[in-house]
């Protein structure tokens, strides 16, 4: 599944109030030479997921962890099922400002 297919797929609205992410958490998956990170973020209004292939990035908003969870783990079952492979996964301490 492409990213394009995934965020046509998707119905992801960003977050309307100003938030500051605390913790990013993300995994990576790799298919042939195409990458794809699912970023997960905590912050003062709830949690954002976001998916990053290539330049794009689709993000989602929950204010419940369990539902940012599952929308996760959605998503990685969907591309594990898709032929992509998970990378080695990693803890950032530092605001995801930076990814705009």
């Known amino acids: 599944m492409s990213y394009d297919e ?3 797929s998707s119905s ?16 990576s998956f790799a298919r042939g030479d195409e990458r794809m990170v699912i970023r997960r973020a905590q ?5 954002l997921v976001l998916v990053t ?3 794009q990035t689709h ?3 929950f204010r419940e962890p369990y539902s940012a969870m599952q929308h996760q ?11 992509w492979t998970l990378q080695p996964a990693a803890v950032v301490a530092s605001p995801l400002r930076s990814l705009y």
């Open 12 to 27: 992801a609205a960003p977050p309307v109030a100003p938030i500051s992410p605390l913790v990013e958490r993300y995994r």
């Open 59 to 61: 993000t989602t908003f």
């Open 43 to 47: 912050t003062d209004a709830g949690v």
């Open 53 to 55: 292939a290539g330049e």
């Open 73 to 83: 783990r959605d998503i990685e079952e969907r591309l594990r099922h898709d032929g």
């Open 6 to 8: 995934f965020a046509a």
